[in-house]
């Protein structure tokens, strides 16, 4: 594809590796990045796309997981801004596969927060008689990340939140000992408080959440 090869020959062009080293620190170490900076990263990305628009709008799907398969992070990150792009327009029901396939690929915080807001998020806003299913299936599932995604797929929702599914994600996972689950609990609560106050003081008031929910959820409160 000639897409991922302009791209990846522009990223080594304006590589740092002071900036790399820092960025790498900052994700534990995870991945290894060139060093390049968001906005910076993005111009590259749309300079590149614009420059191979029928190949990209043509094979987006497959581009995307090939750029997620690669070894700098800068790549995941480009794959992440092109799906939130493309899927705007272009979802179908089988994306389900690709989507859950990201989310379990090259794991952590910064990718999985962003595919689950806004690429799992905008297919279910598509496909509503999905969500249930879907959402059931995430959650359930073994895999943390997975689980994560389901308690967080309704940020981009705001007052249209369904409550009882977020209440039910919640209370599914309350006890869970892992810290990235009980920070997607208090991060969901808390921004959802921002629309229904009232909904979620007396929620988690009611309910025994671990501390670290508990007080995230209570912030704006």
């Given at each position: 594809m000639k897409f991922c090869s302009d791209l990846e020959a522009d990223f080594r062009k304006v590589s740092n590796i002071k900036l790399a080293i820092p960025m790498e620190n900052y994700m534990k170490n995870n991945f290894t990045y060139f060093g390049i900076k968001t906005?910076?990263?993005?111009?590259?990305?749309?300079?590149?796309?614009?420059?191979?628009k029928p190949e990209v709008e043509s094979n987006f799907r497959t581009?995307?997981?090939?750029?997620?398969?690669?070894?700098?992070?800068?790549?995941?990150?480009?794959?992440?801004?092109?799906?939130?792009?493309e899927f705007k327009k272009k979802n179908v029901l089988e994306d389900i596969r690709l989507i859950e396939k990201l989310i379990i690929t090259n794991s952590?915080?910064?990718?999985?927060?962003?595919?689950?807001?806004?690429?799992l998020g905008g297919y279910l806003l598509q496909f509503p008689s999905e969500t249930l299913k879907v959402i059931e299936r995430f959650s359930n599932s073994e895999n943390m990340w997975l689980n994560r995604s389901a308690i967080l797929f309704q940020l981009s929702y705001k007052e249209k939140t369904n409550f009882e599914i977020l209440k039910s994600e919640c209370e599914k996972h309350k006890d869970s000992n892992e810290f990235f689950i009980q920070k997607a609990i208090g991060w969901a609560l808390r921004d959802y408080s921002r629309f229904n106050p009232k909904g979620v003081e007396v929620y988690v008031n009611s309910t025994n959440l671990k501390p670290l929910s508990e007080r995230e959820a209570l912030r704006l409160l």
């Open positions: 906005e910076k990263r993005r111009t590259i990305f749309k300079s590149n796309y614009e420059q191979n581009i995307a997981w090939k750029l997620y398969q690669m070894k700098e992070r800068e790549f995941h990150q480009t794959a992440i801004d092109l799906l939130v792009k952590w915080w910064d990718s999985v927060d962003t595919i689950a807001k806004y690429i």
